[in-house]
């Protein structure tokens, strides 16, 4: 039976969740990183203070007309919650569940004077996730059935987060870590640096991969050298080494960098358009987040673009909306879990405490649990308040 959406309603919720660098008390993830705002030094030691987690977390939730309610979270918060209330939900409300196209589509097009990318693209993104979710459990499916069904048994993960010796004892095949010195640092920024690397490798050992995610604030002269002198430790790839919007930069960059070295981005980058002209540039790895490119929807239409290509796809974060999605594609051949432990010591689930049912890898691996849609349910004990309502 085709199943109609009767209602559309955003929520919001504060700390943790999906806008996972909404942390408080010491974190790993706000402990000085480098940023593209580390060209400001009182911006340096906190990514908070210049206010990485003003957004906060949107909750989606899509209820059919016999009452089943498919829900998604992700990052974009009050203004998500405004989006959605006041402008998307007339695309949605009246329409048949199995409309994906044509909604992701309409939504799209009406946004576009205002939106393309960022928070806008946050919130579509968070519409089709929660659309997917709705249709699994109206279908009594997992969304990876929904999507053509896994090509592997489980998923390996590698770890993103300030201890890989602590991830490798753990399970993961690699540990990426944040760079937490930029160009604006110095020759000691870089020494410090290359020391953490190589203090890293001395603990891991010759064969477990270390990564360095450079979110966004290098040059292209300061990432060449970098990565020509963390080549010296094995260093495995460089992520988002530049801004989102320096194209040119990412195809320089991958000229000049060490053989044998992957060139990695696209956490910030959103649709089709953005992925193609990053495609162009020969980087290694593209990494969409399912909750910020445009929902899976259009992670499919990415990742068959980035396939023919010749281009792994390996989502950035996300949790359950990459796991359902990485299960079922040859090009995506593993997947990245954040470490949300304060020291990054312990597993703890990506959204916590947001969600029920989380799953979260043992030993490195997960099999993606087969209960419908994305498998997992807000957790009753979050405050979440709905700050608009059409
Ligand atoms: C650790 C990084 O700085 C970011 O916090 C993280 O979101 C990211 O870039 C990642 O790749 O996981
Ligand atoms: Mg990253």
């Known amino acids: 039976m085709k199943h109609k959406i009767a209602q559309v309603r955003a929520y919001t919720t504060r700390g943790k969740g999906a806008d996972y660098h909404d942390q408080s008390g010491y974190h790993w993830i706000d402990d000085h990183i ?9 911006f340096r030691q906190s990514r908070q203070s210049f206010g990485i987690n003003v957004l906060g977390t949107l909750v989606v939730e899509i209820e059919a007309d016999d009452g089943t309610v498919g829900f998604s979270v992700t990052t974009a918060g009050e203004i998500g919650a405004w989006i959605v209330e006041k402008h998307l939900a007339r695309f949605l409300e009246g329409a048949y569940v199995t409309d994906l196209e044509r909604i992701w589509d309409q939504m799209y097009r009406s946004t576009l004077f205002y939106g393309r990318r960022g928070v806008v693209l946050n919130t579509i993104s968070g519409v089709d996730l929660a659309l997917y979710d709705l249709l699994g459990k109206l279908r009594d499916e997992p969304v990876y059935a929904l999507l053509g069904g896994p090509v592997r048994d489980e998923l390996t993960f590698y770890a993103t987060g300030a201890r890989p010796d602590i991830a490798q004892q753990l399970g993961f095949i690699g540990g990426k870590m944040p760079l937490q010195h930029g160009p604006a640092e110095g020759e000691e920024g870089m020494r410090k640096n290359l020391e953490k690397l190589a203090d890293m490798r001395e603990r891991v050992g010759e064969d477990f991969w270390l990564m360095y995610d450079c979110w966004m604030s290098l040059d292209v002269d300061y990432s060449v050298r970098l990565a020509h002198r963390a080549a ?10 530049l801004i989102p919007d320096d194209y040119w930069g990412y195809a320089e960059l991958k000229r000049r960098a060490p053989e044998g070295m992957l060139i990695t981005t696209g956490e910030h980058e959103a649709t089709r358009w953005g992925f193609r002209q990053l495609l162009e540039t020969e980087v290694d790895i593209i990494q969409p987040d399912v909750g ?46 954040l470490m949300m ?23 490195g691996k997960l099999k993606v649990p087969d209960t419908p849609g994305f ?14 309502s059409h």
């Open 341 to 363: 432990h304060e020291t990054a010591e312990e597993i703890v689930p990506m959204f916590s405490p947001l969600l029920l049912n989380e799953p979260v890898p043992e030993n």
């Open 292 to 337: 910020w490119c445009g929902g899976i929807t259009e992670l499919l239409k990415i990742s068959a673009m980035a396939d023919a290509h010749g281009t792994m796809v390996v989502p950035h974060g996300s949790s359950v909306y990459s796991y359902h999605f990485v299960v079922t594609r040859t090009n995506s051949p593993f997947s990245e879990f």
């Open 232 to 241: 010296e430790h094995g260093l495995r790839w460089m992520e988002e080494a």
């Open 34 to 42: 480098a940023t593209p705002m580390s060209a400001y030094p009182e």
């Open 375 to 388: 498998g997992v349910e807000l957790n009753p004990d979050v405050e979440r308040i709905r700050p608009y």
